[in-house]
């Protein structure tokens, strides 16, 4: 587990629009070629998907916490989840731990690949096996 989820290349970032979500959290992108900085969730007038890039950047998930008087930032434990479509390549899904830890992870982020070496182009139309008419003959 940590506060940081590290990824290379290029990705589409989604952020999920989880109802009450939006309003304690964000996502922080480093090191990037051209995206750093904090993303609000949709629902707070932020991006519901933009695309990220850099040989090596970092993501983050920020809860805002104003108990006590003391309001501030704080970042939570990430756990990730990967899956692979045929027609949407790699997708990973990023979320806060859960606890007990063995429960599943909601992701509050996925990142779809843009990488074509590990997305290929998805298959074209199927063969079509319809033999024309005329073709047979009896």
């Known amino acids: 587990m940590s506060e940081v989820e590290t990824f290379n290349g290029p990705w589409s970032v989604h952020i999920l629009?989880?109802?009450?979500?939006?309003?304690?959290?964000?996502?922080?992108?480093?090191?990037?070629?051209?995206?750093?900085g904090d993303h609000d969730f949709p629902g707070a007038g932020g991006e519901a998907m933009f695309d990220v890039d850099g040989p090596e950047w970092t993501l983050q998930i920020g809860v805002f916490l104003a108990l006590g008087g003391d309001p501030h930032w704080i970042w939570s434990e990430l756990a990730r989840t990967a899956r692979f479509d045929a027609q949407e390549g790699l997708i990973v899904g990023v979320g806060q731990q859960p606890h007990p830890s063995t429960a599943p992870v909601r992701p509050m982020v996925e990142l779809h690949s843009l990488?074509?070496?590990i997305n290929p182009p998805p298959p074209g139309p199927p063969i079509d096996f319809t033999v024309p008419e005329g073709w047979i003959v009896r």
Do not use: H, Q
């Open 115 to 117: 990488d074509p070496a």
């Open 17 to 36: 629009d989880i109802p009450g979500a939006w309003e304690i959290n964000k996502v922080t992108i480093a090191g990037s070629a051209g995206s750093d």
